[in-house]
């Protein structure tokens, strides 16, 4: 950037040569108006963050190359037609974080060549019917966070280049019919954070473009069925509304779709129909529609990674719903009645799994076979009595397999050797102490009984395991050498309290590095399982 | 042709600073403004501005106003999935830039357009 003394620069300007042409800094200068003594080869202008309220007629005229030019953060309450004339070739105008209360309407600007149109975070609440007559040519229109109650329907007509389009943050209510009709163009359409509580069946017609349509933070009633018509819609938002159903057939129009955010919606019915033929749909979540009884019918939905469907009324699952999508990667169920599972078979890309809160009973040898990129099986909060010993085997990838709260008196530990986590907690039938050679990788788990633990060394961790391994008398002398073991205060008269201190840091690291196990035993909860069962 | 990042001044003393620190620059920003965080070597300082930087778009919310990075092959988008000019060796078409034109255009390095 140059001083302000070269000659074709206004001070207190900051001013850069670009070859012939000139780019003019003035930002946050405190300026009060536009300075005078402008070359004609400006290109570029930059006026934000001033103290100008007011733009003077031709200010600009002689500036018929500038390409650029920023005026936002001003205090500019209206720009006359006059004011921008000359601007034969500008691209791009910013007037964002102004006070513009209203846009010329009788004398609008003449910018052909304008491409961008900044005009968000200022106070307009109507945009004039001829505003906008005079930058056919604009593809990029800014009108977030003003005053708007209505959709500026006969203003939007004068631009059939426009392809990106905001009116979030404003006071509109209702889209009528035929809305953006001229837009053929359009490909993003955000409406986010207005107060939009109804649209017309047709509003949407003529968006032969969109791709992206932003309806979320509203007060939509109603499913959109309007969305019917924009068969190029690729991402569709309408989370945070007030929407409690989504019809049969909802997005027939749409099979472009990749991606539909609808959480926060108080949504109790969902037509079975509703996700098909969604061929390039890759995520589906719905939580909490409890009048869902029937699994969704997703034929032509093939492409589904992530499947959600929680807190529903859900009993049963189809047969061949791994057939329907066999690129599954997420599948999450958790808070239905399921009672008994399918094969999962052909889900072969599957890595994890929720089924917790349900009412599953059995695992059979096929339910999750072959699942060999499965990472996380979470079947906590079940009935499971029973488990096929080979139900696990094949599941090499398996790191974290949650079985707390069920009714197992055994698990299959065959194909488990990977596990990282294991949650047992809650199986009051389940007696079985695990050899950790079953788990060499075991870094949390969560068993019924604090005894369970005590083959991962918790009860006695001061002492090498072989020595307590081979003791195998139980009098009372082996009693005080386990109290000992365990506390080392109680030590004899060759006790030296460094070396047991150093000892007591080693164990302990060894400790924490192999195996947290918990319930942890301690004084009242010892590694012996008292009268033959555990009852202190 | 890199822009000085306009509307926009750095530590304590800017304009659209509503709490700020000499060290970490403006912690919050005067209602309407985005709020973006700058590197400057090890340091981020915040900063407050009416538009983000070049190969940033705003996003405004009731709570906050936010700079978030366009996609890599964009100099500059609208949102995340749309772009209004793109990176050298990229070419514009309906926001998105590719470095090959569809059917019936032609590459111009001018614009860095399809047209």
Same mark, same amino acid.
């Given at each position: 950037r140059q001083g302000p003394a070269a000659p074709l620069c206004p001070s207190p300007c900051q001013c850069e040569e670009d070859g012939i042409?000139?780019?003019?800094?003035?930002?946050?200068?405190?300026?009060?108006?536009?300075?005078?003594?402008?070359?004609?080869?400006?290109?570029?202008?930059?006026?934000?963050? /001033?103290? @100008?309220?007011?733009?003077?007629?031709?200010?600009?005229?002689r500036l018929h190359l500038l390409s650029e030019l920023r005026i936002s953060g001003n205090q500019l309450?209206? @720009?006359?037609?006059?004011?921008?004339?000359?601007?034969?070739?500008?691209?791009?105008?910013?007037?964002? /974080?102004?006070?513009?209360?209203?846009?010329?309407?009788?004398?609008?600007?003449?910018?052909?060549?304008?491409?961008?149109?900044?005009?968000?975070?200022?106070?307009?609440s109507k945009v004039p019917a001829e505003a906008f007559r005079g930058v056919r040519s604009l593809r990029h229109l800014?009108?977030?966070?003003?005053?708007? !109650?209505?959709?500026?329907?006969?203003?939007?007509d004068s631009l059939p280049s426009l392809q990106a389009m905001t009116l979030a943050l404003n006071q509109i209510t209702h889209i009528p019919d035929y809305a953006f009709t001229n837009l053929s163009a359009l490909v993003v359409l955000h409406l986010h954070n207005n107060h939009i509580k109804s649209m017309d069946s047709k509003c949407f017609e003529g968006l032969l473009s969109l791709e992206t349509l932003d309806l979320n933070y509203n007060d939509l009633q109603e499913f959109p069925v309007a969305i019917r018509t924009l068969s190029k819609l690729q991402e569709l938002g309408f989370h945070n509304n007030n929407i409690k159903a989504?019809?049969?057939?909802?997005?027939?129009? /749409?099979?472009?779709?990749?991606?539909?955010?609808?959480?926060?919606?108080?949504?109790?019915?969902?037509?079975?129909?509703?996700?098909?033929?969604?061929?390039?749909?890759?995520?589906?979540?719905? /939580?909490?529609?409890?009048?869902?009884?029937?699994?969704?019918?997703?034929?032509? !939905?093939?492409?589904?990674?992530?499947?959600?469907?929680?807190?529903?009324?859900?009993?049963a699952l189809p047969l061949d719903l791994c057939e329907q999508l066999p690129r599954l990667r997420v599948l999450e169920l958790s808070y239905n009645q399921i009672e008994d599972l399918p094969s999962f078979y052909h889900c072969s890309a599957l890595q994890e799994i929720g089924l917790q809160h349900n009412q599953i009973r059995r695992i059979e040898s096929s339910t999750f076979q072959q699942l060999s990129s499965l990472r996380s099986l979470d079947l906590s909060w079940n009935m499971i009595e029973w488990i096929h010993p080979d139900a696990f085997s094949l599941l090499h990838s398996l790191i974290k397999l949650d079985l707390t709260e069920n009714r197992l008196s055994s698990v299959p530990v065959a194909g488990l050797g990977g596990l990282t986590h294991l949650k047992l907690r809650g199986n009051t039938e389940l007696y079985e102490a695990f050899s950790p050679d079953h788990f060499p990788h075991m870094r949390v788990i969560e068993m019924p009984y604090a005894y369970q633990c005590c083959v991962y060394g918790s009860c006695d961790s001061y002492k090498p395991a072989s020595q307590w391994d081979t003791e195998q008398s139980s009098t009372n002398e082996d009693l005080h050498k386990r109290t000992v073991a365990m506390y080392p205060i109680h030590a004899d008269?060759?006790?030296?309290?460094?070396?047991?201190?150093?000892?007591?840091?080693?164990?302990?690291?060894?400790?924490?590095?192999?195996?947290?196990?918990?319930?942890?035993?301690?004084?009242?909860?010892?590694?012996?399982?008292?009268?033959?069962?555990?009852?202190? | 042709?890199?822009?000085?990042?306009? %509307?926009?001044?750095?530590?304590?003393?800017?304009?659209?600073?509503?709490?700020?620190?000499?060290?970490?620059?403006?912690?919050?920003?005067?209602?309407?403004?985005?709020?973006?965080?700058?590197?400057?070597?090890?340091?981020?300082? %915040?900063?407050?501005?009416?538009?983000?930087?070049? %190969?940033?778009?705003?996003?405004?919310?009731?709570?906050?106003?936010?700079?978030?990075?366009?996609?890599?092959?964009?100099?500059?988008?609208?949102?995340?999935?749309?772009?209004?000019?793109?990176?050298?060796?990229?070419?514009?078409?309906?926001?998105k830039c590719q470095e090959n034109c569809p059917e019936g255009h032609v590459r111009s390095d001018a614009q860095r357009e399809c047209v």
């Open positions: 042409f000139v780019m003019v800094d003035c930002s946050e200068m405190g300026l009060s108006s536009v300075p005078t003594g402008l070359s004609p080869l400006t290109t570029y202008l930059d006026l934000s963050m /001033n103290n @100008i309220s007011e733009i003077q007629p031709r200010a600009f005229h309450r209206y @720009i006359s037609g006059q004011a921008l004339q000359g601007l034969h070739n500008l691209k791009v105008l910013m007037l964002q /974080n102004n006070q513009l209360e209203r846009l010329p309407d009788d004398a609008p600007w003449d910018l052909p060549n304008l491409l961008s149109l900044r005009l968000d975070a200022n106070l307009l800014w009108l977030d966070d003003n005053s708007l !109650t209505e959709i500026p329907v006969m203003a939007l989504i019809p049969e057939r909802a997005f027939v129009g /749409n099979p472009q779709l990749q991606t539909i955010h609808f959480y926060e919606n108080p949504i109790q019915f969902v037509g079975k129909s509703a996700f098909q033929f969604l061929p390039k749909l890759h995520t589906l979540s719905l /939580n909490g529609a409890t009048q869902i009884q029937e699994f969704p019918d997703l034929k032509g !939905t093939t492409s589904l990674e992530i499947l959600t469907l929680t807190r529903a009324g859900l009993s008269t060759h006790y030296d309290p460094d070396l047991e201190e150093f000892q007591l840091e080693i164990e302990e690291s060894k400790l924490q590095a192999s195996v947290q196990c918990t319930p942890t035993p301690g004084p009242f909860r010892p590694c012996e399982s008292l009268l033959g069962s555990w009852l202190v | 042709r890199q822009h000085k990042i306009s %509307g926009v001044s750095s530590g304590c003393q800017q304009g659209g600073c509503l709490t700020c620190s000499d060290y970490n620059g403006c912690l919050s920003c005067r209602p309407r403004l985005f709020m973006h965080l700058e590197r400057i070597g090890m340091k981020q300082i %915040g900063v407050c501005m009416t538009s983000c930087p070049p %190969g940033f778009y705003g996003t405004r919310s009731p709570e906050r106003n936010t700079c978030t990075k366009c996609r890599s092959e964009c100099d500059s988008c609208f949102n995340r999935h749309f772009c209004t000019r793109c990176r050298a060796g990229f070419y514009l078409h309906l926001g």
